[in-house]
């Protein structure tokens, strides 16, 4: 491919597959360098990444809306006192401080426990993911679950939160299933990216094998209406088998189909 004289980047042969892929693919380069439209793109993905991170969640927005809902909700946080320690002590954002394990124990037995399932909104790793798309999906998903098949616990938002927090609130709830809506660590393309973990009679001490991950949903990635069939057909095969993880398989999907859609396996990597 001649290059032409008035410019000096040199692109790339692979260029026209850019249009099919979010993905930094065929930047082409100037010299031995990445071209200087390509480089501050990296940048400001970066920082929006970063952004995503450090952003503290609009807990008393959040908490209004699903208000306004009708929703019966409250506020916890895990024994994380800062997003600085959260970030350098992954174990503390796994277990609830003692005033909100209170709190929700108070509110467990005024409540007439046991419930069906838990659901959580966690900060995690992005509040972003949460505050775009925790109402839209929950929006989706609640008229799914009407009463009494479902037994709903009230709402919690969980801030400084990690996956292993749902398990915790679900004991002090005595709740039999979870299900945490939880930001995924920001992507260099994704800062906005929500995950869902399903969990089946959650305890303390309860592994990543064990739960159901449904994950990169948001306006780029998995929709909400199929991420909301996902989980009110893995809710309901948890019940059924009584069982979550690596044991259940979302069978919901051809082979074919499974191919053509955004991740919605366990995924480690992007497990806060």
């Not at 699903?66 to 503390?92: E, F, K, N, W």
């Not at 679900?170 to 809506?181: E, K, P, S, Y």
């Not at 800062?191 to 973990?197: K, M, R, T």
């Amino acid at each position: 491919m001649d290059e032409p004289a008035d410019t000096p980047v040199i692109p790339d042969a692979w260029a026209k597959l850019r249009r099919f892929t979010p993905a930094r693919i065929a930047l082409g380069r100037a010299g031995t360098s990445l071209p200087t439209q390509a480089q501050l793109d990296f940048q400001l993905a970066h920082a929006r990444a970063r952004d995503a991170v450090h952003h503290p969640l609009a807990t008393d927005v959040l908490r209004a809306a699903l208000a306004q809902r009708g929703h019966t909700v409250t506020t916890v946080h895990s024994a994380a006192p800062d997003r600085q320690t959260y970030l350098q002590r992954p174990d503390l954002g796994r277990r609830l401080d003692e005033t909100s394990r209170a709190t929700l124990a108070a509110l467990s037995a005024a409540d007439d426990a046991p419930f069906d399932v838990a659901f959580i909104l966690a900060d995690g790793l992005s509040a972003f993911a949460i505050e775009q798309n925790a109402l839209p999906f929950l929006d989706a998903m609640l008229p799914r679950l009407p009463a009494p098949a479902w037994k709903l616990a009230p709402l919690v938002i969980a801030t400084q939160s990690r996956v292993a927090l749902g398990d915790d609130i679900a004991v002090t709830l005595h709740a039999r299933m979870v299900a945490i809506l939880i930001g995924e660590r920001p992507g260099l393309s994704s800062p906005d990216s929500l995950g869902i973990y399903l969990t089946w009679q959650p305890r303390i001490g309860t592994t990543d094998a064990q739960r159901n991950c449904i994950s990169n949903i948001r306006r780029e990635g998995l929709d909400i209406d199929v991420a909301a069939d996902k989980l009110l057909w893995l809710m309901n095969e948890a019940r059924s088998r009584q069982l979550s993880g690596v044991s259940l398989k979302d069978d919901t999907q051809t082979p074919e189909e499974r191919l053509a859609t955004p991740a919605t396996n366990f995924l480690l990597d992007s497990r806060p």
